[in-house]
């Protein structure tokens, strides 16, 4: 009798245990998708707050006009993706390290094919 009384209290043990390792996986899963959320949330309200960083990109052959265009860029761009934002440069110099110089006095620098910083007009 006390044998049977010890198996089924360890039963429940094992039991109560498996219930609980559950319960905490799946916490964490929760708790990782409420971190996703909140930077989903975040970027969302930035734009919603800052309406300019949402502009539409201006058609290219003009887009170096507009200082908003040259906000869009990121150093994981390549040329193409430069010249649709900013449309195609007065004149291009260099090889694997490439300038790019605008009318306005901007200036895109790519390293290897990627953007690898920029100087905004007026600066």
Known sequence: ??????VIGLLSLVFAFN????DSYRIDQLEKEIQELKLRISKIES?????????????SGGGWKYIANWRKLSTDMNTSDVRKILGEPYRVDG??????YYKNDG??????GKVHRWTEPGQ
Not at 19 to 22: D, G, M, P
Not at 107 to 112: P, Q, W
């Open 95 to 100: 090889g694997r390290l490439a300038y790019w």
């Open 107 to 112: 200036r895109v620098i790519f390293l290897e």
């Open 47 to 59: 734009l919603l707050s800052n309406p300019s960083s949402a502009q539409k990109i201006v058609p």
């Open 1 to 6: 009798m006390i044998k049977k009384i010890i």
């Open 19 to 22: 219930s609980y390792a559950q």
